[in-house]
């Protein structure tokens, strides 16, 4: 089986609410693919639509080249973690993972393996009713890796995880799709994904905003962008406006300048013997470009 | 199929890993224990102290019931009575189909000894009868028709015949040690006729005693021995009713004129049937014991469907319909076994108390799980339960709410139980027949007129009504299947 997911021109209705809107990517084998948006951007039922448990009224979801409901030992071929809190308070941790365990005739064996894989091993034996919001995301992705899918989807993973613990999911994260599994991931916030995604499939209002890798979103937001630091901040916007730029004072002493290159600015500067101190090209961060592209796919959205 | 094993384990696995479940669904069997103890404890009789009403013992040892008016003369050695019905007429226009007329012979008259008779009925057509509990079917015949008996030994033969010519044998029966002389005779009984009072919300149940009058003629007592005399005698153990002339002359309920011999009785003659189920009794409890059934039954779908964990069942298991009929197979087990030891200990725990209050024998036989309907009673109060719990399980599958599931389907049971007894009797009979509650038929022991009585519980045949519960079960299974498979997880 191809580690992938496909995504083909979904689309999801409830009532007159549209949760999904033609929605396509796909999630390619050996990298961590994000899945971000705001919240209500449609990325659980995305997922819920991945894996055949709510039905589609357009398009289609393949895992592996097949529809998830065609999955005979679906654990096997892809893991799923999506709401750490659907687990049963009475039943003991290791239950849980039991009962899923022989729907698929493992053994008690590799329940056990999990639980020490994602560091349960001293809560095994206890009721989940009693677990941390961190410890049942722990437990919701030893029920994600039981079958050693090739395929992983975690929605919001990082949710209530102590620093030890953000810093070990992304361990993860990196090291399965090391292993040449396609692992999608879902997250409202840009930042929990900055240092581990290696793609990002960008979702706001049931729609696609951004398809494409880290490095190419943080160049595309940075694009044409100069920092610049001066002390007579006013007259240098009068200059470089006049000029043709579009210039925003981000600070007491310093401007943002686009649609001039740097060595203009710089130029301009000196002619007009204006003092500054720095002139240099901005470096979004990807939460800023995060921001930038959902705020326009909420314009989008309210316009039309 | 070793998939559908492998969900029948996962299922099992959630069953039993929530204690707050399995504390639950052992919660029935006290549950039941406590309604059966309450109401045997609250239930007493004297019948036992009252022989007279309870009627003679039988060739058995047990009581039999024998109320008929019996016209007789005394027949030495091996010999035949022979006769013709020419009718059968109930009084005031009624006829109970199980109103008798014909030709008997008895060891004595005695009430409770040995016997054999052939007779018309109107419902049932030409029967030969014996000690009580022995009923061999002739022909359709209602008359006029001939009968004839013939002992020979200890052996009678009956037969039967449209012409008094040519006779086909009915059947024949063993009466063991007959006397040489025994008597032979004319005789007619009618069970009554029901009666129901309705009063303000309620109603009851009685039998209104009524007349069979039998006409017959061609009545002859052949003997191989001389014959001590020919006087035809009346013993008349007619019940409850009041004397009264038949014919134009006669003060009594015999009357012979031309030959044509006039015959009235009311009565029955056959196994006497205790007014009371012990058995039912004893397992009324399970009317208690089923709500924890309802309870488990529902939380072990809906809790999936509050915390959304029924997405990671359908996830893993993609084929709804199956992770359905996998519940249901193991909570069906589950509740099976917890039924039938809640069954058997409210069986044996409530009898001996019931016995203490009365209810032992002679007039109530001590019942025995080797009595097919006691058995069937046992296991069916578990059966019974076990289709709660699965009925639980679809209604829970289809509103995916804990709290209006058992609700309504404890209101399927428990309120109409109440109500049921205020009722008129119609409706009464039509809530025992065909809402689920008909399920709780199963526990009679004994054969009643499902029409004649008041009790809910004997309302429907004891199979037919568990099979009512079954298709309600079998119904919210059907849709919940259908629901689970189109609807959003």
């Known amino acids: 089986m191809q580690a992938t997911i496909e995504v083909r021109s979904l689309h999801k209705r409830y009532g007159s609410t549209v949760a999904v809107d033609d929605l396509s990517f796909t999630v390619s084998p050996g990298q961590v693919t994000g899945f971000v948006g705001p919240n209500g951007a449609g990325k659980s039922t995305t997922m819920r639509m991945i894996l055949g448990l709510d039905a589609p009224d357009r398009g289609t979801a393949l895992v592996g080249g097949r529809p998830y409901r065609a999955l005979r030992h679906p654990l096997h071929q892809v893991g799923a973690l999506l709401d750490a809190a659907a687990v049963h308070p009475g039943r003991r941790a290791r239950d849980h993972l039991l009962w899923l365990a022989h729907s698929h005739g493992m053994p008690a064996r590799r329940v056990d393996e999990v639980i020490e894989q994602v560091g349960l091993a001293p809560a095994a034996r206890r009721r989940a009713g009693g677990f941390s919001l961190g410890m049942r995301q722990r437990l919701g992705i030893a029920g994600a890796l039981l079958g050693d899918p090739p395929v992983l989807m975690f929605d919001e993973p990082v949710n209530g995880l102590d620093p030890e613990g953000i810093r070990w999911i992304r361990g993860l994260l990196r090291a399965l799709a090391a292993e040449g599994r396609a692992v999608l991931v879902s997250s409202h916030l840009m930042s929990e ?112 | 199929m070793s998939g559908f094993w492998w969900l029948l384990r996962a299922e099992w696995t959630k069953l039993r890993s929530v204690r707050r479940w399995t504390l639950g669904l052992l919660a029935a069997v006290p549950l039941t224990l406590a309604l059966s103890l309450l109401t045997g404890g609250g239930s007493g009789t004297d019948l036992n102290d009252h022989p007279e009403e309870l009627g003679p013992i039988g060739p058995a040892g047990v009581p039999v019931t024998d109320n008929r008016n019996f016209v007789h003369q005394p027949m030495a050695g091996d010999g035949r009575i022979t006769a013709r019905v020419l009718t059968l007429t109930g ?52 008359g006029p028709r001939w009968l004839r008996l013939t002992r020979t030994g200890d052996t009678v033969t009956g037969y039967e015949s449209a012409d008094g010519v040519s006779w086909n044998r009915v059947g024949a029966v063993d009466l063991g040690d007959l006397p040489p002389t025994v008597e032979v005779g004319l005789f007619a009984a009618s069970p009554g006729r029901l009666a129901v009072e309705t009063s303000v919300g309620s109603s009851s149940t009685g039998s209104i005693p009524v007349r069979i009058i039998g006409t017959l003629d061609n009545v002859r007592v052949d003997s191989t021995q001389p014959q001590p005399t020919a006087q035809w005698q009346e013993d008349d153990t007619s019940k409850g009713f009041v004397q009264g002339p038949v014919g134009e ?78 519940k249901a197979t193991v909570l069906g087990v589950a509740t099976f076994v917890v039924g039938l030891v809640a069954s058997l200990l409210a069986f044996f725990v409530t009898q001996p108390i019931l016995r203490s209050n009365g209810f032992g024998p002679p007039a109530y036989p001590v019942p025995s799980l080797a009595d097919g309907p006691v058995l069937r009673a046992v296991v069916g109060a578990a059966l019974f339960l076990t289709l709660v719990a699965v009925l639980s399980l679809g209604v829970g599958a289809i509103l995916r709410r804990s709290g209006g599931a058992i609700t309504a389907v404890v209101a399927a049971f428990i309120p109409l139980l109440i109500l049921v007894g205020g009722l008129p009797l119609t409706a009464a009979q039509w809530v025992m027949r065909t809402t689920p509650a008909a399920g709780l038929s199963v526990l009679q022991t004994i054969d009643v007129d499902h029409d004649a009585t008041a009790e809910p519980w004997s309302m429907a045949p004891p199979l037919a009504g568990l099979g009512v519960l079954a298709a309600y079960t079998a119904a919210a299974l059907a849709v919940a299947v259908w629901l689970v498979r189109r609807r959003d997880a």
């Open chain 1, 193 to 304: 994904l900055e240092d581990t995604a290696d793609h990002l499939v960008v979702i706001g209002r049931g729609r696609v905003v951004a398809d494409t890798s880290v490095p190419e979103l943080l160049a595309a937001a940075s694009e044409d962008r100069v920092v610049l630091r001066t002390s007579k901040r006013s007259e240098a916007i009068t200059v470089l406006a006049n000029a043709g730029g579009t210039v925003a004072a981000t600070g007491p002493n310093t401007l943002t300048v686009s649609g001039l290159p740097a060595e203009r600015i710089v130029a301009l500067l000196s002619e007009h013997r204006l003092p500054f101190s720095e002139v240099s090209p901005h470096r979004a961060s990807l939460e800023e470009a995060y921001m930038e592209l959902t705020r326009d796919a909420i314009e989008f959205g309210a316009g039309s």
């Open chain 2, 91 to 142: 009084e005031e226009g009624f006829s109970h189909e199980w109103a008798k007329t014909g030709i008997m012979l008895r060891e004595s008259t005695e009430p409770g000894s040995r016997y054999a008779a052939m007779m018309v009925t109107p419902g049932h057509g030409v029967r030969l009868q014996a000690d009580y509990t022995t009923d061999l079917a002739g022909s359709d015949s209602t």
């Open chain 2, 249 to 326: 002359n006669g003060a009594a309920n015999f009357t012979e004129a031309d030959g044509v011999f006039t015959v009235a009785g009311s009565g029955d003659i056959g196994p006497y049937v205790p007014d009371d189920d012990v058995t039912q009794l004893s397992l009324i409890g399970v009317n208690l014991g089923l709500v924890a059934m309802v309870a488990i039954g529902v939380l072990f779908i809906t809790s999936e469907y509050r915390r959304g964990m029924i997405r990671t069942t359908f996830a893993a298991s993609p084929r709804r319909g199956r992770v359905l009929v996998a």
